[in-house]
């Protein structure tokens, strides 16, 4: 078992898609994001997973179930399972943003370059993980 060991600060920032899934365990996945400005990723709901979000370029916006907390560089934020949520970036810049989800999401390997890809491609987990 190899786990996941890497800069996770650099990654981020390098990142320039909607979605790229890093890691995928059988109870946490970790999923970088870009998100542009004046962009959001979509109000959701996760009835059955906890979700961690750290913020590490831009400014934006979390919203978690109606109540709105501005979010920079170096921010964190969990959005509990069953709470209605969207983040949104209002900087001049893309908001770049780590996410984990507890359990996984999205399907190992996924890669979506853009908001319009990913709910084009809309698919969860499948049980499938990294290792």
Request: overall charge negative; some cysteine; aromatic content about 8%.
């Amino acid at each position: 078992m190899r786990g996941f060991v890497d800069d996770i600060e650099k990654l981020t920032e390098e990142n320039t898609d909607f979605r790229r899934v890093l890691y995928t365990g059988q109870n946490l996945q970790l999923v970088l994001m870009s998100i542009q400005p004046g962009d959001d990723i979509g109000e959701e709901v996760h009835d059955d997973r906890d979700q961690f979000f750290r913020v590490e370029q831009g400014e934006g916006e979390a919203w978690i179930d109606g109540n709105r907390s501005p979010v920079k560089a170096d921010y964190a934020f969990i959005v509990p399972a069953g709470a209605r949520h969207n983040v949104k970036c209002t900087g001049n810049q893309p908001l770049r943003l780590y996410t984990v989800y507890g359990p996984p999401e999205h399907r190992e390997g996924t890669v979506h370059a853009t908001k319009a890809q990913a709910e084009a491609h809309e698919e969860h987990f499948d049980g499938v993980t990294t290792e």
